[in-house]
């Protein structure tokens, strides 16, 4: 489930990295509350399915496919889907979901990807490019596994939604640079600590353009409609159909 921060830091930890983002620790919990939370289930799968259209026989990746709800989804609509994660423990859950032929393999984009040139008609990063401090690498292989006139789909953290809460919180963040942030999420009863590197949207599109890619949409989704009724409390001081959360973004490769 996305959250929105609660401790924004100005300086690199020096912590062993692996105290960050262990989602195997709370891959249980994780899993059931993105099932039903608002931000997950009622807003950002509606909206990237919504973007990604008729996906009927086109080959996609779900570039850190979780526990595969997203997965089931474009499954469901005809594509041929593969799934890839850092997280063993995620990856689980995803097989009790979707069965032991789905096929999933474990991968940190971070670093290269087991696939060859020109596999995927779409890729799908969905709210997982903010974990990573430097897009270029990540997003060179995105492009190299892309067929050419592929998309890939991306949702991340809104930039303006991440500087307003940090401003509501008393920072005083630096909106023009990279920054780092930690979180700490209980979920099933595991607490984890949760890092993220939040950029300004000049970075994000330049990093876009710069790997090869033509920005076809920039998108501020509404939320579907039965959310309302779900999440009264959520939208009591909300007139309209939408609300800042996420940012997302059709990219064409060249």
């Not at 997203?70 to 995803?94: K, P, Q």
């Not at 006139?149 to 509501?168: K, N, Y």
């Amino acid at each position: 489930m996305a959250r929105m921060p609660t401790m924004p830091e100005d300086h690199v930890e020096t912590a062993h990295p692996s105290r960050f983002n262990d989602y195997d620790s709370i891959a249980e919990g994780y899993t059931a509350e993105n099932e039903t939370s608002l931000l997950n289930a009622y807003y950002e799968r509606p909206a990237m399915l919504e973007l990604a259209g008729d996906v009927t026989g086109r080959r996609i990746l779900d570039a850190g496919c979780g526990s595969g709800p997203l997965f089931a989804e474009l499954r469901d609509r005809g594509a041929n889907v593969t799934g890839i994660d850092a997280s063993a423990g995620m990856l689980e859950m995803a097989r009790q979901r979707l069965g032991t032929d789905a096929d999933l393999r474990v991968a940190d984009l971070a670093s290269p990807l087991p696939f060859p040139d020109d596999t995927f008609d779409d890729v799908i990063a969905s709210l997982v490019l903010h974990y990573l401090e430097d897009w270029e690498p990540t997003l060179a292989e995105l492009r190299r596994v892309l067929k050419p006139g592929g998309r890939l789909l991306v949702s991340v953290e809104h930039p303006f939604c991440i500087t307003l809460w940090q401003h509501m919180a008393g920072k005083k963040p630096k909106y023009f640079e990279t920054r780092i942030r930690t979180d700490e999420w209980t979920m099933g009863g595991q607490t984890a600590q949760m890092r993220f590197w939040d950029r300004p949207l000049h970075a994000m599109t330049e990093a876009f353009t710069a790997a090869g890619f033509r920005i076809s949409v920039i998108s501020e989704p509404p939320f579907v409609p039965e959310a309302r009724e779900l999440f009264p409390e959520e939208f009591r001081e909300i007139t309209g159909t939408r609300f800042l959360s996420f940012l997302f973004f059709v990219l064409e490769a060249g």
